[in-house]
């Protein structure tokens, strides 16, 4: 079941760092030709620029973020190059807003998910290597020491 979570978890911080990122490329391409601030850029980027980049982007990605989980990478510089890698594969038309907007993207995988990569395996082999759970039993003078008067 913990697999199965932060499989889950991987793939929903994956998918929300490519919309951020779509976002953010839409707008730092809108700078240069908008008259103040291009806040209709920030919607176009999230609802047609980005299920393009999920549906195209989203496999590679998370095969190589899949990668970096099992070999326990908590660093950020990791998760900006894999980010911006494929920030610059997808945003080909515009090279300086993608190398702006994939850090932004890596940088927030990092926060939601990055740093607990590897995390999860050494706590599944550490209670896969103990079957059995065993308790000790507790007194009666343990368990209540406030009912039993004092001797």
């Not at 998370?62 to 990791?78: C, H, N, S």
Request: hydrophobic fraction near 55%.
């Amino acid at each position: 079941m913990t697999i199965l979570l932060r499989i889950l978890r991987m793939a929903f911080c994956a998918v929300m760092g490519i919309v951020i990122f779509a976002a953010l490329i839409e707008f730092v391409n809108a700078l240069p030709v908008a008259n103040g601030f291009p806040l209709h850029a920030l919607w176009w980027g999230v609802v047609f620029r980005a299920p393009a980049y999920v549906f195209f982007g989203a496999a590679p990605l998370l095969f190589m973020l899949t990668i970096m989980e099992l070999r326990g990478v908590q660093k950020q510089w990791p998760y900006f190059l894999v980010w911006t890698a494929g920030g610059l594969f997808l945003g080909r038309a515009n090279l300086l807003a993608a190398a702006v907007s994939a850090p932004a993207a890596g940088y927030f995988y990092w926060l939601s998910a990055g740093k607990s990569a590897g995390d999860w395996i050494s706590a599944w082999r550490e209670q896969k290597s103990q079957p059995g759970f065993s308790p000790e039993p507790i007194s009666l003078t343990q368990s209540l020491p406030i009912l039993l008067p004092k001797q």
